[in-house]
């Protein structure tokens, strides 16, 4: 097999999370890619173990900026299930507003950046400008636009007014609107589907094989959803469908994501509407006994996985954490298979990966050939020509 | 299924169980097997439901490694644990029954040091290059090298 | 506070490089935010490079990850003079909360020299704006008086 290695300068303006892939490729088409994600690896499972609970939650939570509340209330959770400890009803209604709230931030920041490897840069435009409403609602609650510190063991650490209420909901409605606009893009413009309909392709049945999890399994029609089946804070009392899609490609990925966005929506807005009275907080014991629990969550990219064992102390004796975008990986990499360079920028933004693709990309085609070297823009300029030439667009 | 369904269903089929499994909490249920078994088992409750592999999770007991691996369907969890000597880590790979175990276990042996025997790619995942050979941070005798800022 | 950006940018028209040296994403984000509708920077003429070649500015996030801090180094001396760096968040001062981790440096200066640190866990949009102004403010300076030199170092502040 001919292998060539292209290596790809590393600066992307569009940040997230640098990665590092090796393509193997047979001429145009994929052979294999490989992933090197060392790049953001900081020793957080290890430092979790000397760091008290409380210091830990913050810790935890910029494990990711983007879905840091998803950590937090795992780790959060989990510990008051080692305690024996319930968080009061409104705390654990207000957790889960905040958690659809940042479903709804980080479906609207994938699409932007979806939107943008394909070179619509007006999508991207409008879904960051809407995302900014979140942002301020988020702010509202909670006193932050990123990294809100809702959680501590025992409940959460903000309260909302009835003025604020008011200011939440009027943010929601104008999201509501927003957001089914977004549906009706996604299934008819041309630019999207020419990229996404019959690309990166997964049965059902592989799906199931390669653990996928999240929007990336329901886009192929596997209904797994944390959130109606292992049920956590309010989620059995607010109304939800779980949502899929017989696609089962990058269409159907994005029509999942399209979809929940309107759903987190109307979640929220039920959630407001109906937010039980009553205490945010419950005391919380300074240790927690001998003791084991896996604690999952939905979060916006899939399963979320905490493994805790305490020990009669204050801190963790261990904590091993599975996020979902690892989960997700070896469906990338059967998704690509037999593509064309030119698929790789959208196969892999439609897992929502949470660890960036802005850096390296390796292309390895064995024949000896002419080295090269192309940027990530450069991939998705030559993604973008590729799809124009090929369709006649302009 | 219910967890009382789930629970049933292993202790009916599921061959290889060193010990009774357990429901420990709502929808967590608790199983252990020895090294030699561990594939086995989890064919048998890949065949009896628990089809998604969610984690693998590496535990370091002072006396002995474990190695817990958490299957599901649905929001029902089985947590099947296996305990390793510390001298010799050693387990066989789940990727044949698992393929998403690839990932996992290379994370495994990377912070933790557990071999798993017949792995189709073993490299590190998490630690750099320049990372020494034989450093597993994740155990608890693991002091970061002479030098640098007090581990936090 | 984007009209002292505007001021700055129309004099100068800094592009700026990105880098993220194993950050959580929160500074990138937020950073990003700049670039669209809200903020929308490059009206300003504030434009984000792909290529250390061609940029004014390198904004850094992240504690720098023992992974990242060789490729830092070397993107740093790829940049021409005059070259200036601005270190994002916590993170990007000391390592953050996660100084003392073991797969971290801790600090964007421990690999290269810094110019501005802008602080917060991350810093808010109109924060690192600012950061940028007080970039430009110093680019002027510093041609004023013929360059770097000029500057007091922090030994000689606290003497």
């Keep these: 097999m001919p292998e060539v290695e292209i290596p790809i300068g590393p600066q992307h303006p569009a940040l997230k999370e640098p990665v590092n892939f090796k393509v193997i490729v047979d001429g145009e088409r994929i052979v294999r890619l490989d992933l090197d994600i060392s790049y953001n ?276 004796d261990r904590v091993g954490i599975r996020t979902p975008t690892l989960a997700n990986w070896p469906s990338v990499v059967e998704a690509i298979q037999g593509h064309v360079i030119a698929d790789i920028p959208v196969v892999v933004a439609a897992i929502d990966p949470c660890l960036s693709c802005t850096s390296r990309m390796t292309f390895v085609d064995t024949d000896g050939g002419p080295k090269g070297s192309l940027s990530w823009d450069d991939l998705v300029a030559y993604g973008q020509k590729y799809y124009r030439e090929k369709e006649g667009l302009p | 299924m219910t967890d009382e369904d789930v629970l049933a269903k292993i202790k009916a089929s599921v061959l290889g169980l060193t010990e009774e499994p357990k ?41 002995a490694f474990e190695v817990i691996y958490h299957v599901s369907v649905g929001g029902v969890l089985v947590s099947l644990r296996t305990s390793l000597p510390k001298a010799t880590p050693l387990v066989p790979t789940a990727t044949g029954v698992f393929p998403v175990a690839v990932l996992y276990e290379r994370e495994a042996h990377d912070l933790m040091g557990i071999e798993f025997e017949g792995h189709p790619d073993p490299r590190p995942l998490l630690l750099y290059e320049g990372w020494p050979e034989g450093q597993y941070p994740l155990r608890k005798d693991w002091k970061p090298p002479t030098g640098g800022e007090k581990h936090a | 506070m984007l009209k002292r950006l505007a001021t700055w940018a129309r004099k100068k028209s800094p592009w700026i490089l990105l880098f993220n040296s194993g950050a959580c994403n929160a500074c990138d984000i937020e950073v990003l935010s700049l670039i669209t509708p809200r903020f929308d920077v490059e009206r300003l003429g504030v434009l984000a490079k792909g290529t250390p070649r061609h940029a004014d500015i390198l904004i850094v996030t992240g504690p720098v990850t023992l992974k990242q801090m060789e490729r830092l180094q070397r993107i740093y001396d790829q940049m021409p003079e005059p070259k200036y760096v601005v270190a994002m968040g916590a993170c990007g001062a000391l390592g953050g909360i996660f100084k003392g981790l073991y797969h971290v440096v801790g600090g964007v200066d421990k690999v290269i020299p810094v110019d501005v640190w802008v602080g917060g866990c991350p810093p808010r949009p109109d924060e690192i704006i600012d950061g940028v102004v007080k970039v430009l403010q110093l680019m002027d300076d510093d041609a004023k008086h013929g360059g770097k030199g000029w500057r007091q170092k922090p030994q000689e502040v606290a003497a």
Aim: net charge positive; glycine share 8%.
């Design chain 2, 23 to 63: 429901l420990a909490r709502p929808r967590r249920i608790t199983a252990r097997t020895t090294p030699d078994k561990v594939l086995t088992v989890l064919s048998g409750l890949k065949d009896a439901g628990c089809r998604h592999l969610s984690a693998i999770s590496s535990v370091d007991l002072g006396d």
């Design chain 1, 41 to 316: 690896h900081r020793g957080i499972e290890k430092a979790a173990e000397t760091r008290d609970f409380h210091k830990a939650l913050y810790l935890v939570e910029r494990i990711c900026g983007i879905c840091s509340h998803a950590h937090t209330t795992t780790f959060a959770k989990g510990v008051e299930a080692l305690m024996g400890i319930e968080p009061p009803k409104r705390a654990q209604w207000l957790r889960t507003l905040v958690a659809e709230l940042e479903r709804i931030h980080s479906h609207l920041l994938w699409l932007g950046v979806a939107a943008h490897e394909i070179g619509y840069n007006t999508l991207f435009m409008y879904a960051w400008r809407d995302r900014e409403t979140v942002q301020d609602i988020l702010e509202t609650i909670s006193g932050n636009r990123v990294n809100y510190g809702m959680n501590a063991i025992g409940g959460v650490r903000r309260n909302i007014s009835d003025s604020m209420r008011i200011a939440i909901l009027g943010g929601l409605r104008v999201l509501s609107e927003r957001a089914a606009y977004y549906t009706q893009v996604i299934r008819e413009e041309e630019t999207l589907l020419v990229r996404t309909r019959g690309v990166g392709r997964l049965p059902t049945e592989r799906a199931v094989a390669l653990g996928a999890v999240g929007p990336v399994a329901r886009g192929s029609d596997v209904s797994f959803d944390v959130r109606r089946d292992d049920p956590y804070l309010a989620y059995d009392e607010v109304p939800f469908d779980v949502i899929t899609s017989t696609a089962n490609d990058v269409f159907g990925r994005v029509e999942v994501r399209a979809k929940e966005l309107v759903q987190s929506v109307q979640m929220a807005i039920h959630i407001v509407e109906n937010l039980p009275e009553g205490p945010t907080m419950a005391k919380a014991p300074r240790t927690a006994p001998v003791g084991e629990y896996v604690s999952r969550l939905e979060a916006p990219r899939g399963e979320l996985l905490y493994y805790l064992r305490t020990k009669n102390t204050d801190k963790v």
